[in-house]
Each structure stands twice: as structure tokens, then as C-alpha cells.
């Protein structure tokens, strides 16, 4: 009877544990995509079809242009993307390697050209998106720069000291950022807190310390935010 009890518990706990990691994996690492879409004169086209599918996992999302021809598709994860834009009587429009980052709204301005669905327009889009969705201030080390750094450890965490406004004398754990205290710095990882609370409370202020130190192989992306952040910031 103990026997069959403690198997139960043990499985209980490890549902549990399912559980608790679906939803840290579920957190706030997504990001979006915004645009306009208009003719060649410059008038904005209402009710024409945008499709954003991930080059890498081919995931999609889907959106149609309201009547100020603008649309938004949300809840996307970080990537390189292609966006294709359709409208009877309008050939169809292929905005290629669209590269969104987390928490970071990208945004394309798509023109379409009178003719048929059948005809395709192909454009490549900018190297650097203009991002006019969120006034937050942010810098991004993708896994390929990080690639292309000199590995002083496997910790992505570490990767911090090479953005602008970082200030460090030794290690990550020590540095600064804009010159503001450490107790200051909010530490996440898919938009859960994974900071040493404790310690950052503390006389010494060490606020620039994870727990969970996360590896290269696990992270896509470094994303440094330094003002205007939005309230998944925790202010």
C-alpha cells in the first residue's frame, strides 16, 4: 500500500513538473509583426490577407488590413519570417527575410500593384526593420553574433557585458547598466523573473545575477532593454 501511495506522489510530481515547464516555456518570448498595405498612388487597401509564415518552423499567422489598411499579427516567436499579401484584383506581394526579435514589434509597409492574384511581386525586406510599435529601447544579440564572439563561457547571461550602456570591471554578475544601480536590472528568461531576489535586495545591491544560468544551445536571442520597457517588465 506504501509502495503504491509513494508511486502515485512521484507521478503526481512529475505531472506537476510537466506542467510547470509548459508554462515557462510559454512565456513572454513572442513578438509581432505590424504593417500597412497601399496601392501604388499611396491610398491604403482594407481587407487584403497577410500571411507571415516562419522560414525555419513554417508556423503561421494570419491577419486581414482594417480600413485604415493597416493589420497586426501577434504571438509570433522570434525569427526570420515571409510575408505574403493577397487581394483580388491586386497581384500578390512576398516580403522575404523579415527578421523579428523577442519583444521587439517589426513593421513592413507593403505596395501592391493592380493585376492578377496569379502575378507575384517579390520584394526583400530591409536589413533593419523600422520599429514604430512600442517605445521601448532595446538591443539584441542574436545567436549567430553570439557565435562570432569570443566564448569566455557557455552562459548566455555573459554575452550582456558586450551591449551598449553594460559597464563591468570583471564579470556580468558585476556590471551596470546606463550607470544605474543593480538593484535597478530585471532579469527574465521567456518573460519569467529568474532573478536572485534575495541577493538583490541586499547591502551590495547584487541585481545582476540569474539563477538559472542559461546555456547557448537554449537561447535564441539576448535581447538588452534599457527604457520605456513594457509591463511584462515588472516595472
Same mark, same amino acid.
Given at each position: 500500500?506504501?509502495?503504491?501511495?509513494?508511486?502515485?506522489?512521484?507521478?503526481?510530481?512529475?505531472?506537476?513538473?510537466?506542467?510547470?515547464?509548459?508554462?515557462?516555456?510559454?512565456?513572454?518570448?513572442?513578438?509581432?509583426?505590424?504593417?500597412?498595405?497601399?496601392?501604388?498612388?499611396? =491610398?491604403?487597401? @482594407? #481587407? /487584403?490577407?497577410? *500571411?507571415?509564415?516562419?522560414?525555419?518552423?513554417?508556423? %503561421?499567422?494570419?491577419? &486581414?488590413? !482594417?480600413?485604415?489598411?493597416?493589420?497586426?499579427?501577434?504571438?509570433?516567436?522570434?525569427?526570420?519570417?515571409?510575408?505574403?499579401?493577397?487581394?483580388?484584383?491586386?497581384?500578390?506581394?512576398?516580403?522575404?527575410?523579415?527578421?523579428?526579435? =523577442?519583444?521587439? @514589434? #517589426? /513593421?513592413?509597409? *507593403?505596395?501592391?500593384?493592380?493585376?492578377?492574384?496569379? %502575378?507575384?511581386?517579390? &520584394?526583400? !525586406?530591409?536589413?533593419?526593420?523600422?520599429?514604430?510599435?512600442?517605445?521601448?529601447?532595446?538591443?539584441?544579440?542574436?545567436?549567430?553574433?553570439?557565435?562570432?564572439?569570443?566564448?569566455?563561457?557557455?552562459?548566455?547571461?555573459?554575452?550582456?557585458?558586450?551591449?551598449? #550602456?553594460?559597464?563591468?570591471?570583471?564579470?556580468?554578475?558585476?556590471?551596470?547598466?546606463?550607470?544605474?544601480?543593480?538593484?535597478?536590472?530585471?532579469?527574465?528568461?521567456?518573460?519569467?523573473?529568474?532573478?536572485?531576489?534575495?541577493?538583490?535586495?541586499?547591502?551590495?545591491?547584487?541585481?545582476?545575477?540569474?539563477?538559472?544560468?542559461?546555456?547557448?544551445?537554449?537561447?535564441?536571442?539576448?535581447?538588452?532593454?534599457?527604457?520605456?520597457?513594457?509591463?511584462?517588465?515588472?516595472?
Amino acid at each position: 500500500m506504501k509502495h503504491c501511495l509513494l508511486t502515485l506522489t512521484l507521478a503526481m510530481l512529475l505531472i506537476a513538473a510537466t506542467g510547470m515547464l509548459a508554462f515557462a516555456q510559454g512565456g513572454g518570448s513572442s513578438t509581432s509583426l505590424n504593417g500597412t498595405v497601399i496601392d501604388q498612388s499611396g =491610398a491604403v487597401i @482594407p #481587407g /487584403a490577407e497577410v *500571411v507571415a509564415r516562419n522560414n525555419a518552423t513554417g508556423a %503561421e499567422g494570419k491577419a &486581414v488590413t !482594417a480600413e485604415n489598411g493597416t493589420f497586426s499579427i501577434p504571438f509570433l516567436s522570434p525569427g526570420t519570417y515571409t510575408a505574403t499579401v493577397t487581394m483580388p484584383n491586386f497581384k500578390q506581394a512576398i516580403v522575404k527575410d523579415i527578421v523579428l526579435v =523577442a519583444g521587439t @514589434p #517589426g /513593421a513592413i509597409r *507593403v505596395t501592391l500593384e493592380v493585376g492578377g492574384r496569379n %502575378e507575384t511581386v517579390t &520584394v526583400q !525586406a530591409n536589413a533593419e526593420l523600422v520599429q514604430s510599435a512600442t517605445a521601448n529601447i532595446t538591443a539584441t544579440l542574436n545567436t549567430t553574433q553570439i557565435g562570432q564572439l569570443p566564448l569566455s563561457s557557455r552562459s548566455a547571461f555573459d554575452f550582456l557585458v558586450n551591449l551598449a #550602456g553594460v559597464d563591468t570591471t570583471s564579470s556580468a554578475r558585476n556590471a551596470t547598466v546606463a550607470g544605474l544601480p543593480r538593484n535597478t536590472v530585471n532579469i527574465t528568461i521567456d518573460g519569467i523573473n529568474t532573478q536572485d531576489n534575495f541577493l538583490k535586495g541586499s547591502a551590495g545591491g547584487d541585481g545582476m545575477f540569474t539563477v538559472i544560468q542559461p546555456l547557448l544551445d537554449s537561447i535564441q536571442e539576448v535581447t538588452l532593454s534599457t527604457a520605456t520597457p513594457g509591463s511584462e517588465s515588472s516595472g
